[in-house]
């Protein structure tokens, strides 16, 4: 089995190394840096000696480093091991602040947590419980700041399973033997963890919560930590500045000031619908019954009433200028017919047919009037 520097030093971003195994793409070190992807944190990512490691796992071997090609590596050779160092650091922070985060939740709200997972963009903590409130919510964030602001020291230790067991730890031992990795958030936390973490919570950063969902009975929160957050923070300052701009409104009041637009969007949308069924019910009134095919730049959606009620039933509709729509009011058999030769896509039933076209629209009309008058 290699030797494990990851957890020597979390900090240490190279080491020489040879190569013990080729699997595949799997390749096997003597000892290594990178850490392999578990407990919902993604494995490190990195070179040897230039060639691209891009994922790193644990197997039945040891920690397979996954390259993207193996062509030209060897048993025997020697290198550095080298990690992408922002990827790695990045997870140190977001696995340091989820296990402060859940913390928090079981201290503060009795809220224990069920599932973790790590992205690049936020953590997820899956809660045993309810959707908290805003107010917890703030409390949690306004425990985290000052966690960090306090700079608890974080470290790990091994113990044995008994020992464990009497601690009554907020998290239950999820590994078999006898030796159990637990890490510690001095003053916060103690958990079961084989992980890569920060020294200090001071080095977490900011730390804000994004959104949440329902799943499988418990509430996923989602949350964004260190560069995330902050970047996060400076998008949402940005567009409230500018939608503050847009509205001549102060920042606070633009939530207000756009229910207001919205509400104003929403009358107009209906006085307008309204305006489309009468104008296009005065236009079916002028339609001739004999009448195969008729072209307009009223929306082909408030024709379908007005065209029953007026008992059409055989007769195309083209939408004119940039509405590239059709309405089609006949039997099946013609629609078919219809939508083969005029390149319709679309559908419908019970004598009322409706898509788009692709053909100029004089061409339908052209081929159209052909096929009913035979020309």
């Known amino acids: ?33 990178f850490y392999p992807e578990a407990g919902g944190q993604p494995g490190d990512k990195g070179l040897f000696n230039g060639y691209c490691i891009v994922d790193t796992k644990k ?43 859940s913390s928090l939740f079981y201290n503060l709200l009795k809220i224990g947590t069920v ?20 107010n917890d919510l703030y409390r949690i964030e306004d425990a985290v700041e000052a966690a960090v602001r306090k700079g608890a020291r974080i470290y790990s230790k091994s113990l044995s399973r008994k020992e464990v067991e009497d601690m009554h730890l907020r998290r239950s031992i999820k590994v078999e033997g006898d030796d159990i990795r637990v890490v510690f ?29 329902t799943i499988r009975g418990h509430v996923r929160t989602f949350w964004l930590v260190g560069k995330s957050a902050k970047e996060e923070r400076r998008r949402n300052r940005e567009s409230c500045r500018k939608l503050s701009a847009l509205l001549s409104e102060k920042p606070w009041d ?46 082909l959606e408030f024709f379908r009433m007005p065209l029953k009620k007026h008992g059409f039933e055989d007769i195309l509709l083209l939408g004119d200028g940039d509405r590239k729509e059709f309405l089609y009011i006949g039997n099946e058999q013609a629609f078919k017919s219809l939508k083969e030769k005029l390149l319709l896509r679309g559908g419908g039933r019970e004598g009322m047919y409706q898509g788009s076209y692709s053909i100029p629209a004089d061409e339908i009309e052209k081929e159209f009037l052909g096929m009913v008058y035979g020309k």
Do not use: N
């Open 185 to 213: 958030i001095d003053g916060f936390d103690a958990v079961p963890c084989g992980g890569v973490h920060l020294s200090s919570t001071s080095e977490i950063g900011e730390v804000s919560f994004f959104s949440s969902e």
């Open 115 to 134: 599932a973790v997972h790590l992205s690049d963009e936020y953590v997820s903590i899956e809660l045993d419980g309810e959707v908290p409130s805003d």
């Open 1 to 33: 089995m290699e030797e494990k520097l990851y957890y020597v030093d979390p900090y240490l971003r190279s080491t020489d190394a040879e190569i013990t195994a080729i699997r595949g793409s799997e390749v096997y070190f003597d000892r290594t840096v």
């Open 254 to 299: 633009v939530v207000p000031a756009v229910e207001k637009k919205l509400a104003e969007m929403e009358s107009l949308k209906t006085a307008l619908r309204h305006s489309y069924e009468k104008l296009a019910a005065s236009e079916v009134a002028s339609i001739p019954s004999c009448c195969r095919f008729y072209r307009t730049s009223t929306p």
């Open 59 to 101: 197997t039945l071997y040891g920690v397979a480093h996954i390259f993207d090609s193996v062509s030209g590596l060897s048993v025997g050779m020697k290198g550095i091991l080298c990690l992408d160092w922002e990827h790695r650091y990045a997870f140190m922070e977001k696995h340091s602040a989820q296990h402060l985060i």
